[in-house]
Structures are given as structure tokens and as C-alpha cells.
């Protein structure tokens, strides 16, 4: 059974940094890309970083260039989302996803095979 876990959520300030984890197991680990997707309230789900297999390609949304970045361990099947000059407008659930489909196309979620339940970020004054 694959399964995706998010974790390392939580409330800060503008400004302030958080660092995401997503935890994967029932999968070889090694075979899927990795990507983050948000959601705030009344809003559509955005692709927010990507990281494929091999750890050395990355995709950002325009909006988290600069100040998020995507890696990940595989000794641990973990992929970790670092955020930091946090913004009002960065509060959402984010959700990271598994995709092994061939070709690189991180930003499509229809892409995407699994999904976690998600992380809460709220960026507040």
C-alpha cells in the first residue's frame, strides 16, 4: 500500500521559515518523481516545486522561485520542501504527490499517481 505523509506544517510570520517532509513507503522510491501542490480556501490547487527521480531536476511555480527549495533523500524515501521569506499568500494545505510516468511534466497534477492528505501552512502577522 502506498502512502504519502506530510508532515512539518504549522504557523508562522511573514518572513519566517518552515521546512516540509513527505514521507513515502509501499513504492520504490527511487522510480518516482516528487511533487508539492497547494490549496488555499476558495482557491485552485497550484503546483508550488517538483523534483524527478534522480534528485537532479527541479521545477518551481514562478511564485516560490527563490525561496523554496525541493530535495530529497533516498536512504530515507523522504522529500523535503524548504520554505523560507514566507508570505501572507503562501498559507494553503500543501500536498506532496508520487508520479512514474514517462517524460517530465511536473506541473500537470493529472500526472500525478499518488497522493498525501496534506500539511497545513498558515503564514500570518
Known amino acids: 500500500q502506498v502512502q504519502l505523509a506530510e508532515s512539518g506544517g504549522g504557523s508562522v510570520r511573514p518572513g519566517g521559515s518552515l521546512r516540509l517532509s513527505c514521507a513515502a513507503s509501499?513504492?520504490?522510491?527511487?522510480?518516482?518523481?516528487i511533487g508539492w501542490f497547494r490549496q488555499a480556501p476558495g482557491k485552485e490547487r497550484e503546483f508550488v516545486a517538483a523534483?524527478?527521480?534522480?534528485?537532479?531536476?527541479?521545477d518551481y511555480a514562478d511564485s516560490t522561485k527563490g525561496r523554496f527549495t525541493i530535495s530529497r533523500d533516498s536512504a530515507k524515501n523522504t522529500v523535503y520542501l524548504q520554505m523560507s521569506s514566507l508570505k501572507l499568500e503562501d498559507t494553503a494545505v500543501y500536498s506532496c504527490?508520487?508520479?512514474?510516468?514517462?517524460?517530465?511534466?511536473?506541473?500537470?497534477?493529472?500526472?500525478?499517481?499518488?497522493w498525501g492528505q496534506g500539511t497545513q501552512v498558515t503564514v500570518s502577522s
Open positions: 504527490a508520487a508520479e512514474s510516468r514517462a517524460g517530465w511534466g511536473p506541473r500537470d497534477p493529472v500526472r500525478y499517481q499518488y
Open positions: 523534483i524527478d527521480w534522480s534528485g537532479t531536476k527541479a
Open positions: 509501499g513504492l520504490t522510491f527511487s522510480h518516482y518523481a
